[in-house]
């Protein structure tokens, strides 16, 4: 390997060197090809037929695969994955003509996943444990042949019964969820009342001023323009106009009790950070995905303008 690297070096006068082979990284590239010592012979070990004449021919004995040296051998080659089909392109079709999407190959396999997984998401999201999926995955196969091993009682009890269990462990969630919120909300509460500038209302809502307006406070009755931004008591935002860039447009009956007795305190062009308890704002009921039972809710509104 040496003589030949030597050789191809002289020959194509191209001075990359051979430290790309591993071991004869330690040769000196500068050192004339002339100058190279020639590999030392090794002896070889002496033929059986030339040994003992007396005794027939021997086949070689099979040696074992030469081990390649890992400092020679390249980077080993990835699989690639396929190019993904660019999105303005029409969807490829089936056999059937209909559209191929996903990793499928034909579009009743697509489909028949996306309605297992809807059923799967549904399953998750009620969080109901006494679930086999073999028996679901066998429900559903009966179903679609038109058997079933429950007659129409049996099957009407079955689904009582599940909605009585369900039923009851969403209760104790809510329960739980809302003392948690309803701890955290008077935590939070106790300690902003005690920040500087923090003023309370004879119903028990907080605020501070940021920006003290001039313009004309409103009624109950008028239409407001306004940015906000909505966070928990942990600090979680729950919506806001600002990231939206959009400013938020409503009459003022239309909003939580909070807002409708605070914004009239505010005169057009202020800006107040707001902290309203949870009766003035969702109450026990709480306003889904964000917002819990009894969670209190800390508001910075702007009051743009009355239109």
């Known amino acids: 390997m040496l003589s030949r690297c030597s050789a191809v070096l002289c020959t194509a006068a191209i001075v990359v060197g051979c430290s790309a082979?591993?071991?004869?990284?330690?040769k000196d590239p500068s050192t004339p090809a002339s100058q190279e010592k020639a590999p030392e012979k090794v002896a070889a070990a002496p033929s059986?037929?030339?040994?003992?004449?007396e005794?027939?021919?021997?086949?070689?004995?099979?040696?074992?695969?030469?081990?390649?040296?890992?400092?020679?051998?390249?980077?080993?080659?990835?699989?690639?994955?396929?190019?993904?089909?660019?999105?303005?392109l029409p969807p490829e079709k089936d056999a059937s003509g209909k559209p191929l999407i996903g990793p499928f190959k034909s579009f009743a396999e697509s489909s028949g996943y996306a309605m297992g997984l809807r059923i799967g998401r549904s399953m998750k999201e009620a969080k109901f444990d006494e679930i086999d999926l073999q028996s679901v995955m066998k429900g559903i196969e009966d179903g679609?042949?038109?058997?079933?091993?429950?007659?129409?009682?049996?099957?009407?009890?079955?689904?009582?019964?599940?909605?009585?269990?369900?039923?009851?462990?969403?209760?104790?969630?809510?329960?739980?969820?809302?003392e948690k919120n309803?701890?955290?909300?008077?935590?939070?509460?106790?300690?902003?009342?005690?920040?500087?500038?923090?003023?309370?209302?004879?119903?028990?809502?907080?605020?501070?001023?940021?920006?003290?307006?001039?313009?004309?406070k409103p009624k109950l009755t008028?239409?407001?323009?306004?940015h906000y931004r909505g966070t928990l008591a942990n600090g979680t935002e729950f919506d806001s106009s600002i990231r939206r860039n959009?400013?938020?447009?409503?009459?003022?009956?239309?909003?939580?009790?909070?807002?409708?007795?605070?914004?009239?305190l505010m005169p057009v062009g202020s800006k107040?950070?707001?902290?309203?308890?949870?009766?003035?704002a969702y109450n026990e009921t709480g306003h889904r995905p964000l917002i819990g039972p009894d969670a209190t809710l800390i508001f910075e509104v702007e009051l743009i303008s009355i239109p």
């Open 48 to 53: 059986p037929v030339t040994a003992k004449t």
């Open 272 to 280: 107040w950070e707001i902290c309203i308890p949870p009766e003035l």
């Open 55 to 88: 005794e027939p021919a021997r086949k070689p004995a099979e040696q074992p695969p030469k081990k390649e040296d890992p400092a020679r051998k390249g980077p080993e080659k990835t699989a690639q994955k396929p190019a993904e089909r660019p999105s303005y």
């Open 21 to 26: 082979f591993g071991d004869d990284s330690g």
């Open 182 to 216: 309803k701890k955290e909300g008077d935590a939070f509460r106790a300690e902003y009342a005690q920040r500087p500038g923090v003023q309370k209302t004879s119903s028990g809502i907080l605020y501070r001023v940021l920006q003290e307006g001039t313009g004309p």
């Open 222 to 226: 008028d239409r407001l323009t306004v």
């Open 246 to 264: 959009t400013p938020y447009q409503r009459r003022l009956t239309e909003t939580i009790k909070g807002w409708q007795e605070v914004l009239q």
């Open 144 to 178: 679609l042949g038109g058997s079933s091993l429950l007659n129409e009682s049996e099957l009407t009890a079955v689904m009582a019964e599940m909605q009585r269990i369900q039923s009851e462990k969403n209760e104790a969630l809510h329960k739980a969820e809302r």
